[in-house]
């Protein structure tokens, strides 16, 4: 045969035969020069059942090799169904990952908001009952349950917000030279108290990496939160950066539990925490937010054992190659 086309007739289309009415058929596949867009138009036709019929030209066919014709027929029809089927669960999956994602968002505001709203709340009502008499440091004491209570919902809201920017392809990148050391230093700030427990070995050689600074910084705050409560009491957490090659490498380092091989990429999944009932509270938002935040950035994060026991976390980024050492941020940070 000279050419082949496998036909399906419209939906709601009467079956008369393969040779029906002049209706326009679609062309689903086809082989060959000038095939044939209709039955009617082909040497021979073979109808495949559910609506499908193959054209060919060329000569016309006996019985015997109409039978092996048909055999083929019914080969591409069931081929057709299995990409409509592959189809199918490829559009079906994202709705999947949609209702996932709703149930955990549910789940993180039923408790981790709730938690840190109701202790606020508690503090609050607490300096204003009216038959209280507090004396200063526990108003002082008050106060401060209330504002590290609202500063945990406006982070947890935050990395909400940021998660759903990133899957939306519309969060707002400002990328330049940026001195690592500098964003350290400012996540470190925003640790408050905690980054005590942090030590800091950043030679005044490294070189700038590209990168948007408070996007790193939000990185580097998540990265060593963690660190810092995996930590045991006598091992800080470390964080250093390198050159290597075209890229900068900032290392957050922990002598905690660490993380088994196996659970190294489902860390990273919304939601997901490592350990049980045991662990320290979060939502399991951070890795997740950190990952994305890098990989914006041109960059990687991975997962690596510390020597001697704990959890490495490598933040790969291009570096800026002639751009000065210790040079200013491509955005300012927020005071």
């Known amino acids: 045969m000279t050419s082949a086309t496998l036909l399906q007739r419209p939906t709601g289309a009467a079956d008369t035969g393969s040779r029906g ?37 060329g000569h016309p066919l006996p019985a015997d090799e109409r039978r092996i014709l048909s055999a083929f027929a019914a080969q591409a029809a069931v081929t ?33 908001l709730h938690t840190p709203l109701d202790a606020a709340k508690e503090a609050v009502g607490g300096l204003r009952a009216s038959d209280a008499t507090w004396k200063p440091e526990q108003v002082r004491e008050l106060a401060a349950s209330a504002y590290d209570s609202l500063d945990q919902v406006t982070r947890l809201v935050d990395n909400l917000l940021d998660l759903s920017r990133l899957q939306a392809g519309e969060l707002p990148l400002r990328s330049g030279p940026t001195d690592v050391a500098d964003v350290v230093a400012h996540a470190l700030a925003s640790l408050g108290a905690s980054a005590a427990q942090v030590r800091v070995m950043i030679p005044a050689a490294t070189p700038p990496a590209v990168a948007d600074p408070a996007l790193l910084e939000r990185v580097l705050v998540n990265l060593l939160s963690n660190a810092i409560r995996y930590s045991p009491a006598d091992s800080p957490a470390t964080v250093t950066a390198s050159a290597l090659g075209d890229r900068v490498e900032l290392r957050i380092i922990d002598q905690g539990p660490g993380v088994s091989q196996t659970d190294r990429d489902r860390i990273f999944a919304p939601f997901q925490r490592q350990g049980g009932e045991s662990t320290p509270p979060g939502t399991g938002l951070g890795l997740a937010l950190s990952r994305g935040l890098t990989e914006a950035m041109q960059g990687t994060l991975t997962p690596e054992e510390t020597p001697g026991g704990g959890l490495t976390m490598v933040v790969s980024l291009p570096a800026a190659g002639s751009v000065p050492a210790r040079a200013a941020p491509a955005a300012p940070f927020p005071a």
């Open 21 to 57: 009415p002049a209706y326009t058929w679609a062309i689903v596949g086809s082989a060959g020069p000038a095939p044939p867009a209709r039955p009617e138009d082909a040497d021979v036709d073979v109808d495949v059942g559910d609506g499908f019929c193959l054209a060919l030209r």
């Open 80 to 112: 057709v169904e299995q990409r409509r089927l592959a189809e199918a669960a490829a559009a079906a999956e994202p709705i999947a990952e949609a209702g996932k994602m709703r149930a955990a968002l549910l789940a993180t505001a039923d408790h981790d």
